[in-house]
C-alpha cells in the first residue's frame, strides 16, 4: 500500500492486485491524479491455475510490464513440530510457487518489449533462520535460490532482478500470520510494532528499483544479523537462539 502512494505520487501507470477487492478499491480512491493510471486487478496467489490469465490480463492493460513487484505473501509464528504439513505447504505456495508461476507468465512479455525488471519482497530470514519461521524462512530462501539463478540466465536480455530483504516494519504481517493449525496469530508482535514505518520501508525499496540493486537489506538492527552470520557463524547461532521474534 505504501508504495503505491510512493509511485502514485511519481505518476508511474500502476496495476494493483491482492485478494481483498474492496481493499484495493479503498488503495485507489486515496490516490491522486488520473485515476485512469491506477488498475485493480484482484489475484489470489494460492489459486496457481488462475495466474497465467492474470499475467496476460495485466500486460492488456497498458501493453506491457516495465516493472513487476512481488509483494504478496503469509508469514508464520508457530514452531516446525507444531505446524501441520498442510500449513507449510500453503505457505510454500503463497510465497515461492505464486511468485514463481506469476513470473514465468510475465517474463517472455518483458524480454520481447526489450526489458524489464523483477522485484522481489523477500525477508532477513531469507537469508538467516530464526525460532517459529522454518517454512516461512524456507519459502525465503528458495525465493534467493531461484531468482538469483534466473538473474544469471536472463542478464543478458535486459531483465533486472531486486531482491528486497525487509525485517521488522510496522505492518499488519504478524496479525495475519499463520499458527500450526492454519489459524491467523490475530496479534501485533512487538518487535513489529516497533519496526520501521511502512513509508520509509517504501522509500528505501523505491531506491533499490531505482538504481538495479540486486540486493538490498532493510530495517533497523536485526539486518546486521546478517554479516554476523556471515563472519561469525558460531555467535549468530549463540544470538539467535535467545533472540525474541515475536
Known amino acids: ?11 508511474a501507470k500502476l496495476i494493483i492486485s491482492a485478494r481483498n477487492r474492496d481493499e484495493l478499491y479503498r488503495v485507489k480512491q486515496n490516490c491522486t491524479g488520473n485515476m485512469m493510471n491506477i488498475h485493480v486487478l484482484p489475484l489470489d496467489l494460492e489459486q496457481a491455475e488462475t495466474l497465467a490469465q ?3 490480463e495485466a500486460e492488456q492493460i497498458y501493453g506491457r510490464i516495465d516493472i513487476i513487484i512481488h509483494s ?24 515461492f510457487w505464486g511468485t514463481v508461476i ?9 524480454i520481447e518489449k526489450g526489458g524489464g525488471q523483477i522485484v522481489i519482497i523477500s525477508s532477513l530470514v531469507g537469508k538467516f533462520g530464526t525460532k517459529m519461521r522454518s517454512a516461512y524462512s524456507a519459502s ?36 495475519n500470520a499463520l499458527v500450526g493449525n ?14 520501521m514505518t511502512p513509508e520509509e520501508c517504501a522509500r528505501q525499496i523505491a531506491h533499490a528499483v531505482s538504481t538495479e540493486k540486486t540486493e538490498v537489506f532493510i530495517g533497523g538492527k536485526e539486518k546486521y544479523a546478517v554479516y554476523l552470520k556471515r563472519f561469525f557463524p558460531r555467535l549468530f547461532t549463540k544470538v539467535i537462539q535467545n533472540a525474541k521474534v515475536t
Open 102 to 110: 506469476l513470473t514465468k507468465a510475465i517474463l517472455p512479455g518483458m
Open 1 to 11: 500500500e505504501a508504495l503505491t502512494y510512493l509511485y502514485n505520487k511519481t505518476g
Open 54 to 56: 492474470k499475467a496476460t
Open 72 to 95: 504478496g505473501g503469509v508469514s508464520q509464528r508457530s514452531a516446525a513440530m507444531e505446524t501441520e504439513l498442510a500449513v507449510a505447504q500453503k505457505i510454500m505456495n503463497v510465497n
Open 140 to 175: 525465503k530462501h528458495a525465493l534467493h535460490g531461484y531468482f538469483d539463478s534466473l538473474r544469471s540466465e536472463v542478464s543478458d536480455q535486459n531483465i533486472k532482478i531486486t531482491i528486497v530483504c525487509p525485517g521488522f516494519i510496522r505492518t499488519r504481517l504478524s496479525f
Open 182 to 195: 492454519g489459524e491467523l496469530q490475530n496479534k501485533m508482535d512487538d518487535a513489529q510494532e516497533n519496526g
